[in-house]
Each structure stands twice: as structure tokens, then as C-alpha cells.
């Protein structure tokens, strides 16, 4: 069993930060990519940023460009995510996600295995 837990979401002000982190436990598996989603409510799954396990490289959803920062600790088998800047629309519950397969993009929820139950953030305007 995999389990991937988030930590770190809260409330916020508008153009404050926060810092989410997702540690995975459980029994090991080779992963390919991370990423992490939010939903709001009312609206679908959207992709906020991917980075790929082995060589590093990132990607982000076109609304949280310039603003947030996905890293890893490949030791610690964490992935964070520095959130800047932050907005009324950033409201959402975040979701960590780990892909077991070697893919062409991450940027699609259904590239994931793993997800992880989700935290709040909520920013006020």
C-alpha cells in the first residue's frame, strides 16, 4: 500500500504564501513523476505543477506560472510546493499525485497512480 500525505494548507491573505508538502510512506515503488492538482468547489481537477523524479524537469498549470515552485527530496521521498503571490482563485483543495509510468507529459491527472487526500487552502481576499 502507498500512501501520499499532504501537509502545510491553511488560510492565507491574498498575496500571502504557503508551502505544501507531500511525503509518500508505505511500501516503495518507482516513481516517474509527481504532481500535484486542485479542485474548487464546483469545478473540475486542474493541473497546477509536475516534476519529473529522475531528471528534474517541471511543468506548471498556465495560472500559477511565475507564482509557484514544485521541488523534491528525492531522499526524503517529498515533493513541495512554494505557492507566492497567492489569490482568491488559489482557493481549492490541493491534491499530491505520484505517476509509476514512464510518460510523454504529466500534465493529465489520469498519468497518476497514487493521489493523496487532499488539504485545504484558502486564501481571503
Known amino acids: 500500500q502507498v500512501h501520499l500525505v499532504e501537509s502545510g494548507g491553511g488560510l492565507v491573505q491574498a498575496g500571502g504564501s504557503l508551502r505544501l508538502s507531500c511525503a509518500a510512506s508505505?511500501?516503495?515503488?518507482?516513481?516517474?513523476?509527481m504532481g500535484w492538482f486542485r479542485q474548487a468547489p464546483g469545478k473540475e481537477r486542474e493541473f497546477v505543477a509536475a516534476?519529473?523524479?529522475?531528471?528534474?524537469?517541471?511543468d506548471y498549470g498556465d495560472s500559477v506560472k511565475g507564482r509557484f515552485t514544485i521541488s523534491s527530496d528525492n531522499a526524503k521521498s517529498t515533493v513541495n510546493l512554494q505557492m507566492n503571490s497567492l489569490k482568491s482563485e488559489d482557493t481549492a483543495v490541493y491534491y499530491c499525485?505520484?505517476?509509476?509510468?514512464?510518460?510523454?507529459?504529466?500534465?493529465?491527472?489520469?498519468?497518476?497512480?497514487?493521489w493523496g487526500q487532499g488539504t485545504q487552502v484558502t486564501v481571503s481576499s
Open positions: 508505505g511500501r516503495s515503488f518507482r516513481r516517474y513523476a
Open positions: 499525485a505520484a505517476s509509476t509510468r514512464r510518460l510523454a507529459t504529466y500534465l493529465n491527472e489520469f498519468a497518476y497512480d497514487y
Open positions: 516534476i519529473n523524479w529522475n531528471g528534474g524537469s517541471t
